[in-house]
């Protein structure tokens, strides 16, 4: 049963990494026109702007519960790692369960704020939903508890935290 759970979490957190990647991509063709408008034929488009913090937004919440399983996302962890082998065990412990209560609040809340606001249109888009624009709020929470069930239940993947390209200490 862990290895199948293990294998959903792999290809969960490979759909996380495209969506991010594919939409860090589509900022990085979008905002190069934006600026070509602006500059070179002195009449800015009014879409790619809010194109960009669109799929910023899907970067966001996607790329964080990707980073997240890997343990590859910002955190602080000194005064933890001063911490006795069984205190640490504790503290990751509460974290995690700290996280998944989070988790819960973005899948809640965020599945809330697409019903409210799944009536209203961004003027730039008005065929797009609001509540579609921020349904990556609740989706990369559901993630994101996924993958803490991940790590409380069978660990972190064997390449959790390990990059090739940082230095070993």
């Known amino acids: 049963m862990a ?8 290809k969960a ?6 969506i991010a990647g594919i939409a860090m991509v589509a900022v990085s ?9 602006r500059y070179v034929l002195n009449s800015a488009a009014s879409w790619p702007e809010m194109a960009a913090v669109l799929l910023i937004i899907v970067v966001t919440f996607f790329g964080a519960a990707a980073c997240y399983r890997l343990g590859l996302h ?9 911490l006795p082998p069984k205190v640490r065990a504790v503290a990751d ?3 995690e369960v700290l996280m998944g209560v989070m988790a819960v609040f973005m899948i809640v809340y965020g599945v809330k704020l697409c019903i409210a606001t799944s ?3 961004i003027p730039e888009f008005p065929w797009l939903s609001v509540g579609i624009v921020y349904s990556p709020i609740p ?26 390209h940082l230095p070993v200490e």
Do not use: K
Not at 3 to 10: C, F, K, P, T
Not at 13 to 18: D, N
Not at 74 to 82: E, G, R
């Open 93 to 95: 412990f509460l974290v």
């Open 13 to 18: 957190y490979f759909v996380c990494a495209v």
């Open 3 to 10: 290895n199948l759970y293990r294998s959903a979490m792999d």
């Open 119 to 121: 009536q209203n249109t």
């Open 29 to 37: 063709l979008i905002m190069p026109w934006a600026v070509f408008t």
């Open 74 to 82: 910002m955190s602080v962890t000194v005064a933890a790692d001063l």
């Open 139 to 164: 989706i990369g929470g559901f993630f994101t508890l996924l993958f803490i069930i991940e790590h409380l239940t069978i660990g972190r993947p064997a390449s959790a935290g390990t990059d090739p």
